[in-house]
């Protein structure tokens, strides 16, 4: 056999290998059948505060169509600390002590920088609050100007808390 075939399909495998692992989606836990009713009625546990946290939108300056559905995986960050992911069409829901929160949300990219990071939101959490925080990219107007544009001004990660429902 020829070595330079052994070579390239040794190559193919690794360069597979690589990139089927450069976006690890979240783990998802199932729900008890409580948990979730508590969740889908929006009822939060009394003496803890509830933070569910589901992807947004990409919108902005380029969006001449409209905004579109933000389909990066994510992590939710509280303090510094990750609480838990989401990949497209799921929700994370986690109970917090109350207490004061900086809350951030993480790309999860294929790139070496890891993603985008959103700027922190403080939240001052209470005994059965129920916060809704949504992650949005927010593509800048210098995308108008082709790869130069977006590289002096990329897009920006966005957390927002949005009113109860």
């Not at 990949?87 to 993480?106: I, R, S």
């Not at 985008?116 to 992650?135: I, N």
């Not at 002096?152 to 990660?157: H, I, Q, S, T």
Request: charged share 15%; net charge negative; hydrophobic share 45%.
């Amino acid at each position: 056999m020829n070595f330079s075939r052994i070579a390239a399909g040794i190559a193919l495998v690794a360069c597979s290998s690589l990139l089927a692992g450069c976006v690890s989606p979240a783990q998802n836990v199932a729900a008890s059948a409580d948990i979730e009713q508590a969740v889908r009625a929006h009822t939060p546990p009394q003496k803890k505060a509830r933070v569910q946290f589901y992807l947004g939108e990409w919108n902005g300056a380029v969006m001449v169509l409209g905004p579109i559905d933000n389909k990066q995986p994510a992590d939710l960050l509280a303090n510094g600390q990750t609480l838990g992911g989401v990949n497209p069409g799921q929700v994370l829901v986690v109970d917090l002590v109350p207490g004061k929160y900086e809350f951030a949300w993480h790309e999860r990219a294929e790139s070496k920088t890891g993603g985008l990071t959103s700027p922190t939101v403080s939240e001052d959490l209470h005994p059965g609050d129920l916060l809704y925080l949504r992650a949005d990219i927010h593509q800048t107007a210098g995308a108008l100007f082709g790869i130069i544009g977006a590289i002096a001004a990329p897009p920006e990660a966005v957390l927002r808390p949005c009113p109860t429902v």
